[in-house]
């Protein structure tokens, strides 16, 4: 509650209200940190009050994908439990699961809740999306979801079959598009997980080279647990179709930057950084209508001057 603290949020009838704002959440509500449910709580409390707008995040979707059984294996779900990619999808959701408890009557109202979340805001001055903002992914979006009405079982068991339409969009939109990698060039996570790809850099408009679109930590690992090499300087075919040159300014998460925030480039911001990791705050960006973002209306906590005490996330 810090960060809504500092933003001048003040509960009113359980729910935390600002006389002239309203809160804007990007996703990604759970599966990190120790408190969770309290998280889904405050910020569903704000959205059914009206005092706050969400947008669904890959970990909401992850959560309702893993709860909806597929008629196509049964016995297994949309977002599979079995073998080894069960495994990693169940240990990533985990925490979550223990802490609401699993197949709880509140487990089943989070379900529910994230089902009537939309996968993307567009309010005009601004937008907002979880990952990346594509036109043509937000208008398959729209075929099978259409604004205002919420996530089916058949929408999300088609958005999580490899090779449709469905699937394509929702990696792009919450996900976020990637650049396929060849062997030499994967790399291991700090999960300790091998990677196939890195993110794009899609809300840059400068960025070019591989090096440049490419998102891999600087202190990533090779296949073969040595240093990795980092991307080439050759120019990717596929960043142009991503890349975001509108003038309004789009407002994004999922990509857990470090450092003192700043606008990710002349009409994008993204407001995660990292608040799940140790010694990382929770991080807003202030709109007062201005069409080209600046660092100075970031809002941070805990921030310089804040008490050390553990943040919402």
């Known amino acids: 509650m810090g960060l809504l603290d500092v933003l001048g949020y003040r509960v009113v009838d359980g729910a935390h209200r600002h006389p002239d ?21 405050i910020v569903r409390a704000m959205h059914e009050a ?21 008629p196509g294996r049964p016995g297994d779900f949309a977002r599979t439990r079995q073998g080894r990619r069960g495994a990693h999808n169940t240990r990533q959701h985990q925490a979550y699961l223990d802490q609401v408890v699993e197949g709880s009557d509140l487990h089943h109202e989070h379900l529910e809740w994230f089902r009537t979340l939309p996968l993307y805001l567009d309010l005009g001055g601004i937008r907002v999306a979880h990952a990346c903002w594509h036109p043509a992914a937000l208008a398959v979006l729209d075929k099978w979801v259409p604004p205002g009405t919420p996530l089916t079982d058949a929408f999300v068991i088609e958005a999580n079959t490899r090779g449709t339409e469905a699937f394509d969009a929702v990696e792009v939109v919450l996900k976020g598009p990637e650049l396929r990698l060849p062997p030499e060039l994967t790399w ?11 993110r794009l850099r899609w809300w840059d408009d400068a960025a070019r080279t591989c090096r440049e679109v490419g998102l891999i930590p600087s202190n990533a690992r090779a296949a073969d647990g040595t240093p990795h090499p980092g991307l080439p300087d050759t120019m990717p075919d596929v960043a142009d179709d991503f890349r975001y040159l509108d003038d309004v300014p789009v407002f994004f998460g999922h990509y857990w930057f470090t450092g003192s925030p700043a606008p990710a480039a002349r009409h994008a911001v ?5 608040a799940a990791r140790q010694g990382c705050s929770l991080v807003a960006y202030r709109w007062d209508g201005e069409s ?3 660092a100075d209306r970031f809002v941070a906590f805990p921030g310089p001057d804040s008490p050390t005490e553990p943040s919402v996330a």
């Open 270 to 274: 993204c407001v995660d950084y990292s």
């Open 50 to 70: 009206g005092s706050a707008l969400v947008v669904l995040g890959n970990h909401e979707f992850n959560a309702l994908s893993y709860a909806t059984p597929d």
């Open 21 to 41: 704002r309203t809160a804007v959440f990007v996703g990604d509500l759970m599966d990190r940190g120790p408190r969770q449910v309290e998280v889904v709580r």
């Open 188 to 198: 291991i996570d700090p999960e300790g997980t091998l990677r196939h790809a890195a």
């Open 292 to 294: 080209v973002p600046s």
